[in-house]
């Protein structure tokens, strides 16, 4: 293809066979092949199947995650076209069905534009002056002054724009103090910023402190300019991972389990992928978390057996992890 909007990572509608649609990935760079399709066919000895349309405005997968797909089946003899669909949400997978499912939600926003005329009524004024006062604007469906609004949107003092929105509650805690180690803990935490190891293995009974360490680990990566992954074998840990963490960050901190609705799995996977979430917390599948520069993955209990995918696609999410 010579489309230049077509990327590795996105969802493609396929036509397969005389009637049958599917929907695809673009894993390679997209090419312009040179010669006639049927020429290329035969000396490939292929059959090529028409792209229909591009499902997405931008890639779902980033190259990272290509790659680890690559990885993943080849390991564990897989079809990478499951590893592909377990990296996403629901409402992301390459299915028609998930295209019914949630997606992105907006909202429309009432903005203020630069206006010097002074022919407005006492209501159109109140309303103008209403809406400049808020720099992001208000919801249109906030505005019970109809008349006024379509009024000053016909003149060209209010202007219409759709906004992205998350379908996540609002997570806030009050912050605690700094991270405070001990003489062990801080023994651990040198010896894992020092060492040319890539992997440790953290020990300890319950209450001996490895979340601190896990807490001072993650605060000196963000600081970095890297992303963090948490993994937690239980959804109930995750809760209470989550607290520890909103308690010491200002970062924004994204949950991915499959407790979770479809919505909100969606805008989170959305969130991270945009680069609006540099922590994450899950459990086994928020390994496909789409983060980017990654700087550390902490894997909580990791005896557990619940990191390992007891369904197609078989896989073990610390051997991922690694």
């Known amino acids: 293809t010579d489309s230049p909007s077509l990327k590795r990572g996105m969802r493609v509608l396929v036509s397969f066979g005389s009637s049958k649609e599917v929907i695809g990935f673009i894993v390679e760079d997209p090419t312009y092949i040179g010669m006639p399709l049927s020429e290329y066919e035969k000396e490939k000895d292929?059959?090529?199947s028409k792209i229909l349309s591009s499902v997405d405005e931008?890639?779902?997968l980033t190259p990272t995650l290509l790659t680890l797909a690559d990885d993943i089946a080849s390991y564990y003899h897989c079809d990478k076209?499951?590893?592909?669909?377990?990296m996403?949400?629901?409402s992301l997978k390459p299915s028609l069905s998930a295209l019914k499912k949630p997606q992105a939600k907006e909202v429309e926003m009432v903005k203020a534009l630069p206006f010097v005329?002074?022919?407005?009524?006492?209501?159109?004024r109140d309303l103008y002056d209403k809406v400049a006062k808020e720099e992001d604007g208000i919801r249109k469906s906030t505005i019970t002054a109809k008349k006024s609004l379509t009024?000053?949107?016909h003149k060209g003092a209010l202007m219409i724009e759709?906004?992205?929105v998350y379908r996540i509650p609002d997570l806030v805690m009050k912050k605690s103090q700094p991270i405070d180690l001990t003489l062990e803990q801080e023994h651990v935490y040198n010896e894992v910023l020092s060492s040319t190891d890539k992997v440790f293995l953290l020990q300890g009974v319950t209450g001996s402190g490895k979340t601190e360490v896990y807490l001072k680990l993650a605060d000196t990566a963000l600081r970095e300019g890297k992303s963090v992954l948490i993994l937690m074998p239980e959804i109930a840990l995750t809760d209470s991972m989550l607290s520890r963490f909103l308690a010491h960050f200002d970062e924004t901190v994204s949950v991915l389990n499959s407790s979770l609705s479809d919505a909100r799995r969606y805008d989170e996977y959305r969130r991270i992928l945009n680069g609006e979430s540099r922590v994450v917390l899950g459990t086994r599948s928020a390994i496909f978390a789409p983060l980017s520069n990654l700087g550390l993955i902490v894997i909580d209990e990791e005896h557990s057996s619940s990191y390992k995918q007891d369904n197609a696609p078989f896989y073990d999410a610390i051997e991922v992890a690694k």
């Open 162 to 164: 759709k906004v992205p």
């Open 81 to 86: 076209i499951s590893v592909l669909s377990s």
């Open 151 to 153: 009024s000053l949107l």
């Open 58 to 60: 931008m890639p779902l």
């Open 117 to 124: 005329e002074d022919d407005l009524g006492s209501k159109e």
């Open 88 to 90: 996403l949400p629901p």
């Open 46 to 48: 292929i059959k090529l």
